[in-house]
C-alpha cells in the first residue's frame, strides 16, 4: 500500500511518497531529497528548494496517522499542503 503526496512552489513540484515496503521519500522536481525507511507512526522529512530568484529555502514534511496517513509539507514554515485555508 502506498500514497502520494503532491504540491506545485512557485513553479517547482514537491512530491511525497509514503510506502508500507519502501518507507518515506521526498522529491523536488524529481530529485530525492530525503527518505526514511521502515514502518514508523510518525515521520519527518526534510529538504531544499532553490526559488526563480536564487532563493534557498527550507522544505518540512511531516507524515503521521494510523489508520489513514495524513501529510502536512511546510516550505520556510509556511503550510503549502494541504492548501492554506483562507
Known amino acids: 500500500m502506498s500514497k502520494v503526496f503532491e504540491a506545485t512552489y512557485e513553479g517547482r513540484q514537491i512530491r511525497v511518497e509514503n ?7 521526498l522529491y523536488v522536481d524529481g530529485e530525492l531529497q530525503d ?3 521502515g514502518l514508523a507512526l510518525r515521520s519527518t522529512l526534510q529538504g531544499q528548494l532553490k526559488t526563480v530568484n536564487g532563493e ?4 518540512k514534511v511531516t507524515l503521521g496517522g494510523t489508520v489513514k496517513i495524513q501529510c502536512k509539507i511546510f516550505v520556510d514554515h509556511r503550510l503549502v499542503y494541504p492548501e492554506e485555508q483562507r
Open 19 to 25: 510506502s508500507w515496503f519502501n518507507g518515506e521519500k
Open 56 to 59: 534557498i529555502k527550507t522544505i
Open 35 to 37: 527518505e526514511n525507511l
